[in-house]
């Protein structure tokens, strides 16, 4: 009985090890590796002289379930992640405070008229044809810095393309 009541044991152990064994030695340096989020089609309106805040849209695509924390740029003092909602037929926008969801594999938008990036004291004007370093910081992937071009909204899919 003892005997069995061991080899039970240690089969048991050995089952429960052996899925994490081979993943251990991988998986101590895979997680940094495959947490990690791509940005695309980086690009920030050009604004009115004067202008403290400057809107930034981007599109973010996470290897593995993350969020969008915040960020920062040399061109303003602070870079927030906003949202535009609509309440009792008026538009509202608001900081996303806790950070915008990026779900594993999904192509995250942040465009004209929804989810979107505000640079708020803006230490210049943003110019069309300049671009504007932005850093995107996460809640578990390391930080990414993206060259944003300045321009005006593309008006159909295929001014997209040109750029």
């Not at 806790?98 to 008229?113: C, D, K, N, S």
Request: proline share 9%; glycine share 8%; net charge negative.
């Amino acid at each position: 009985m003892k005997i069995k009541l061991a080899l039970a044991a240690a089969a048991l152990s050995l089952t429960a090890c052996n899925p994490s064994e081979p993943a251990k030695a991988p998986a101590a340096e895979t997680p940094a590796e495959t947490a990690a989020v791509t940005a695309t089609d980086a690009w920030c309106r050009p604004s009115p002289n004067g202008a403290k805040a400057g809107g930034c849209y981007v599109t973010l695509t996470a290897t593995t379930d993350d969020r969008l924390t915040g960020g920062s740029t040399p061109r303003a003092a602070s870079l927030q992640v906003h949202e535009m909602k609509t309440e009792n037929g008026m538009m509202k926008m608001a900081e996303l405070t806790a950070g915008l969801p990026l779900p594993a594999g999904q192509a995250v938008a942040l465009a004209p008229g929804g989810n979107h990036l505000m640079l708020i004291g803006l230490t210049a004007p943003l110019v069309a044809g300049e671009t504007v370093p932005l850093t995107f910081q996460f809640a578990s992937a390391p930080a990414i810095t993206v060259q944003a071009q300045v321009r005006q909204p593309a008006m159909d899919g295929m001014d997209h393309a040109a750029h």
